[in-house]
Structure formats: C-alpha cells, structure tokens
C-alpha cells in the first residue's frame, strides 16, 4: 500500500507538471517591449569609434527602426552601419573626387543623344543661374552630388533646353548616407507615407541623413525575403534591387531545366517590359512551357510579380525548381548572390554585385566584433 501510495503521488506529480506546461504552451506569447533605451545604446556600441555627430547617427538610425517596426537586434543594426561605412563612410554629404569631370561626361552623352548642336548647350551653360554664377562655373565647382543635384533641378527649370536635355531625369539617382536609390523612394513612399515633414521635395529628402537612413533601412530590411537572416543575399539585394538573389536562383534553376543561355542579374523582366518584348528568362520560361504545362500568358503573370514576395508561390516558381531538381537529383539553392557588372559614372573599376555584397559582409562581421 506504501509502494501504491508513492506511484500515485508521482503520477499525480507527473499529471500537474504535464498540465501546466500544457498551459504554457497554449498561452499567447507575451508582446515584444520596445526598451528605448537599449536599442540606442546598440546602436552607439555598433559604430564607428570617432564619429562626428554620434548621438545624431543614433537618433536617426533608431527613428528609422521605430517607424519601421523593425527589430533593432545587433545583427539588423550591424548590417545598416555595414552598409552606410560601404556607401559613404558616415558621411551625410560626401565629397565626390572628379565630380566635374564626370558631370561633363554624362552632359556630353544627353548631348549626343538628343541630337541638339553642342554650341547651343554651350550658350545655355553660360547662362546665369539662380545664384547669378553661371551654370558651367557652378558644375566646375560641383564637389559633391547634392551640389550636382541642384544644377540640374535649377537648369531644367529655368532653361528651356534644359527639359529637352534632363527633364525627369536628373542623373544623380542615388543619394545620402546609404545612397538610396530615388526610385525607390517613390515607390516606397506611394506604398507608405514618408514620417517626416519634406522640408522640399521627397527626392531631396534623400539626399538627408534622416530620409536617407529611413528609406536605406526599408530598402535593406522591410521585406519578407526566403534567405532571412542570410545578410550577404541582402547586402546583394541592396545593390541590385530587393528578392535580386532570390530572382538569380530561381534563373539558374531555369538555365538548368531548359539549357539556354541565360544571365543571372535577378531581372526577370526587362526594363522596357512595358514595349511588349519578352526578356530572356521569359524566353527561357516559353522555350519549356509544354513541360511548366504553363501558357505564355501565365509565364509573364507570374513574372510581373518578380519584386514581391509571393513570386515564389506562384506555379511557375514552383514548377521550374521541382523539375530542375528532379533532372539534377539534388536540391538547387533558393538563393544566388546575382551576376553583375556595376556600372555608373562614378565607377572607374570592374567591379560587381559580388564585390559589392562581399565588402559589406565583411563590415558587417566587424561591426559584429565590436
């Protein structure tokens, strides 16, 4: 009866242990505290030792965190200051050596491509500017790509030619800190209102420490991407354009499967999509429809959904990577760092996605060890 009594005892025991942690495993997980302070103090331990104007870095890089709701863990805060060492070494405006020599350049290229006689460029070059200094004197003093910036603006709207010329193309398409790219701050600004009052236009907002950080974080983690926590396909997504590495793999799947020559950049679509002229991956994708059992119409469906998350729930993303690793025996990676040359007339190097996404990594991994 004393035996009994001990079994029940630990079986009673067993039963409220069982029980109770049945109760925790039902209960809703308690919220996320943001802890203010913490976060900061993160931020400032991840930077750069000597720092000009540290306590405004970490106010702008926790404000851009904020607005997100994004986790401010170590590897998320690392990762931004990787990216802005890369871009600008913590500079809000930064100097550009040869500026001048390379605005000439691309003033040269629109000339020839508009067909407009270079002694009438000249004679509107000389032309006196907003600030009474004639356009040609403010681009050779141009130091740094703010100044750029605001020659164009200023010639486009006050020269006539100067529409013809640089109308809503004002060639300094990356800007700030982080280097943002001003389309995306368009696109992304369409989707989510910006925070912050504009103090001119979204564009110049950019060219901010806040805005710049704020659109830089959002184009480097405000995405659901299948990589994750893979920081080096971000590093490479923030070159070459968000799900850039998700997009690579899935091409290289597709070469595979249907034997083409076919490049990795992650574009699945080609810049002029909308002229009607398939691309190459979806020539590839046409060349193999019978066996995606697919139409040509639902390739190209499925292809406009490149830069959103759910391309990889679509039957062509599926179909192409369950044949290609039945063919290979083996499973494919989902993600490829992207195969590009980068091009800009700021660089004078061969340098690419690769290079790039390999620099920032390595800071990252630094910032890390801090």
Same mark, same amino acid.
Request: net charge positive; charged share 25%.
């Given at each position: ?50 720092? @000009?104007?540290?306590? *405004? ?42 500026l001048p020599a ?6 040269? $290229? ?65 800007? *700030? ?10 696109? !992304? ?6 925070? !912050? ?37 971000r590093f490479a ?38 002229? *009607?002229? @398939? ?6 994708? $046409? ?38 690793? +039945?063919?290979?025996?083996? @499973? ?5 760092? @992207?195969?590009?040359?980068l091009q800009s ?13 390999? +620099?920032?990594?390595? $800071?990252?991994? $630094?910032?890390?060890?801090?």
């Amino acid at each position: 009866m004393r035996l009994m009594g001990k079994k029940a005892r630990r079986f009673a025991l067993c039963t409220l242990i069982l029980s109770w942690l049945a109760g925790c495993a039902n209960r809703p997980p308690a919220p996320l505290v943001y802890d203010a302070a913490a976060s900061r103090e993160s931020i400032d331990q991840s930077l750069p030792r000597k720092l @000009p104007d540290r306590s *405004g870095w970490v106010s702008d890089i926790d404000a851009a965190f904020t607005a997100e709701a994004l986790p401010a863990s170590r590897e998320n805060i690392c990762a931004v200051v990787a990216v802005i060492e890369q871009e600008s070494g913590f500079q809000v405006n930064p100097v550009i050596p040869g500026l001048p020599a390379i605005a000439w350049r691309e003033i040269d $290229r629109r000339v020839a491509d508009a067909g407009v006689p270079r002694v009438l460029v000249d004679a509107a070059l000389d032309l006196p500017s907003s600030n009474r200094r004639s356009f040609r004197e403010r681009i050779n003093a141009a130091k740094t790509e703010k100044d750029l910036s605001d020659i164009f603006e200023d010639f486009t709207s006050l020269v006539p030619m100067g529409k013809t010329l640089f109308a809503d193309r004002n060639p300094i398409r990356t800007r *700030g800190p982080m280097q943002v790219n001003v389309a995306f701050v368009a696109r !992304y600004a369409a989707a989510r209102p910006y925070p !912050y009052p504009i103090k001119t236009t979204l564009a110049d907002e950019a060219f901010t420490r806040r805005g710049s950080v704020y659109f830089g974080v959002a184009h480097l983690l405000a995405y659901a991407a299948p990589y994750e926590n893979r920081y080096e396909f971000r590093f490479a997504d923030y070159n070459a354009g968000q799900y850039a590495s998700r997009n690579a793999a899935f091409q290289s799947a597709l070469r595979s499967l249907s034997g083409l020559a076919l490049g990795l950049d992650g574009a699945l679509l080609p810049r002029d999509a909308d002229t *009607g002229h @398939p691309g190459s991956t979806e020539l590839a994708a $046409r060349a193999i429809a019978a066996r995606l059992d697919l139409t040509d119409d639902a390739i190209h469906s499925a292809l406009l959904k490149g830069k959103a998350e759910d391309f990889d729930r679509t039957t062509l993303y599926r179909q192409v990577f369950s044949l290609a690793e +039945r063919s290979a025996g083996h @499973p494919l990676p989902r993600a490829i760092i @992207p195969h590009i040359k980068l091009q800009s007339p700021k660089i004078t190097r061969n340098l690419t996605t690769a290079w790039y996404a390999a +620099r920032v990594d390595e $800071r990252f991994r $630094r910032c890390l060890s801090r």
